[in-house]
């Protein structure tokens, strides 16, 4: 009786290995199928509007703040400035006016 009982038991465990195998195998390609069809959809709405995602933007815009801290970039330049860039921006002249006349004393200490 017990080599009969060992005998189905061994069975039963194995069986249960195989399905619990199954189970994960399908689990995981699920998962990867889902993954997939949203990069899929993503893609083709990123496409289609012709815009970036917004985890690449905010990548770009990380990286591009954290360069001005990387070892090779302290040349004296700015972070987005290019070495040949010239020192002087033209500018529309205008006129400065002179400052307007200081308060008396005596009206000074009324805001004090």
């Given amino acids: 009786m017990k080599l009969i009982s060992d005998f189905l038991g ?5 069986v249960i290995k195989v399905a619990l195998l ?3 195998v399908l689990f995981v390609l699920g ?3 889902v993954g997939l069809v949203v990069v899929l959809a993503a893609v083709i709405r990123f496409l289609l509007t012709g815009r970036k995602p917004a985890v690449v ?3 770009t815009r990380f990286n591009q ?3 001005q801290f990387r070892p090779g970039n302290w040349s ?3 972070a987005g400035a290019s070495p040949d860039s010239a020192d ?7 006129e400065v006016r002179s400052a307007p006349p200081h ?6 200490e009324k805001f004090r």
Avoid: K, W
């Avoid at 002087?88 to 205008?94: E, F, L, P, S, T």
């Avoid at 308060?103 to 000074?108: D, E, H, M, R, T």
């Fill in 22 to 24: 199954l189970l994960t």
């Fill in 103 to 108: 308060l008396p004393p005596s009206n000074i």
């Fill in 88 to 94: 002087v921006v033209d500018v529309q002249a205008h």
């Fill in 76 to 78: 004296g330049h700015a």
């Fill in 57 to 59: 933007t905010t990548f």
């Fill in 31 to 33: 998962v990867l199928i």
């Fill in 65 to 67: 703040a954290a360069r």
């Fill in 10 to 14: 061994g069975i039963l465990r194995a």
